[in-house]
């Protein structure tokens, strides 16, 4: 049997048998429901996009994968060079894995090597999403090695006067925390996130897994479109100069089996001129400007608070029983929805048109009139 993520299989109901996908649409063989989480953010395009279609159907006909240990081929190349001039400064330096945590784990680990290679030895940090994913790690008791921040500036001075010497990196989901909750922040915080970085030489880690390509707001979710699992973990020079030796202990020593995946990198590269072309960023623009519209003045006692930013809107409310039984309430409506916690959300495909996406935003105010 499938071993399904978060959730207790002993009392987890039936999950819904899709049987096709087709732009922001799900089907199951008696329901057609609008993917209102992208496939946990993942699918910017919709389904069945034509271009990222024709691009991996073009690649499959040459080869599907090779191992990028002693081999290379166009699409990572050309993947590599476009992210390269996407990213501000010199972040040129592109190191593929085959999932978004799996990149963060490369960061970490280029994080740790890159101050032991200059000489100084310490202990990495341990880091991770909300404690409320890893209470069973409490058993073992509090780690001595990872600080946890507010997104707040000066909780962030503090953690630097008081660990700027045993620091080794700062990682931090830009202006939006997913899996903590869909919190919000200005980008002051980031602002000064750098700045401290720098005056104390802590290397600053964005995990942009879930925050990129534009679902902020901002430009730079989704390397490949949703398609495949793949991910990059870029570097500036001075990072990548900690490693570029003599000595062959000094070389990054990680490769996971499927980076620069052929069929990932061509996908990707049609999802980026995808965004490019088709003025992306103005449809984000639009989106929240309509959640804006239709959420405006909506409020409830069981709310805590409601949170839009780029493509995300969140409904936090104080106790999550709430939520229970919505899930199964949005799918009648014809929206697929998956609330976890407190945290009743939103992250539309960015192809979504209006009036899909006020069904969406609809179903979720009709859940607390009831």
């Known amino acids: 049997m499938i071993w399904y993520p978060y959730e207790q299989l002993k009392t987890m109901k039936a999950p819904y048998e899709i049987v096709d996908a087709n732009g922001v649409y799900l089907y199951t063989k008696d329901q057609k429901m609008i993917d209102s989480v992208s496939s946990w953010w993942s699918v910017i395009h919709g389904y069945k996009n034509p271009v990222i279609n024709q691009a991996i159907i073009s690649q499959v006909e040459k080869f599907s994968h090779v191992m990028l240990g002693g081999l290379t081929h166009e699409p990572a190349r050309k993947l590599s060079e476009k992210l390269a001039s996407w990213l501000p400064g010199d972040l040129d330096y592109c190191f593929f894995s085959d999932s978004g945590s799996v990149a963060v784990e490369v960061a970490l680990k280029m994080a740790l090597q890159y101050y032991m290679n200059h000489g100084d030895t310490f202990k990495a940090m341990e880091v991770g999403d909300d404690e409320d994913y890893h209470f069973v ?63 104390y030489g802590v290397l600053l880690i964005f995990d942009e897994v879930a925050t990129g390509f534009g679902r902020t707001g901002n430009r730079f979710v989704a390397l490949t479109g949703g398609y495949i699992g793949h991910a990059a973990t870029v570097a500036n020079r001075k990072v990548f100069e900690g490693f570029y030796d003599d000595v062959p202990e000094h070389a990054l020593m990680h490769g996971p089996t499927f980076m620069g995946n052929a069929l990932a990198c061509s996908a990707a590269l049609a999802s980026i001129e995808l965004f490019e072309t088709q003025n992306y960023m103005e449809k984000i623009r639009k989106i929240e400007e309509i959640t804006r519209r239709e959420m405006a003045g909506f409020t409830d006692p069981r709310i805590r608070e409601v949170r839009i930013m780029g493509g995300c809107v969140c409904v936090e409310v104080y106790d999550p029983a709430v939520l229970k039984g919505y899930q199964e309430y949005a799918y009648k409506r014809g929206v697929f929805s998956r609330p976890f916690l407190n945290y009743l959300y939103a992250m539309v495909p960015y192809v979504i048109k209006e009036e899909e996406l006020i069904q969406v935003l609809q179903c979720m105010k009709d859940w607390f009139a009831m």
Request: net charge negative; charged share 25%; aromatic share 10%.
């Open 137 to 199: 790690l409490k058993a073992y008791g509090a780690s001595p090695y990872v600080v946890h921040i507010p997104t707040e500036i000066t909780a962030l001075e503090q953690a630097f006067e008081t660990y700027h010497d045993r620091l080794n990196c700062v990682l931090v989901e830009p202006l939006l925390q997913g899996a903590g909750g869909m919190r919000m922040y200005d980008v002051s915080f980031l602002k000064k996130a750098r700045e401290l970085c720098d005056r």
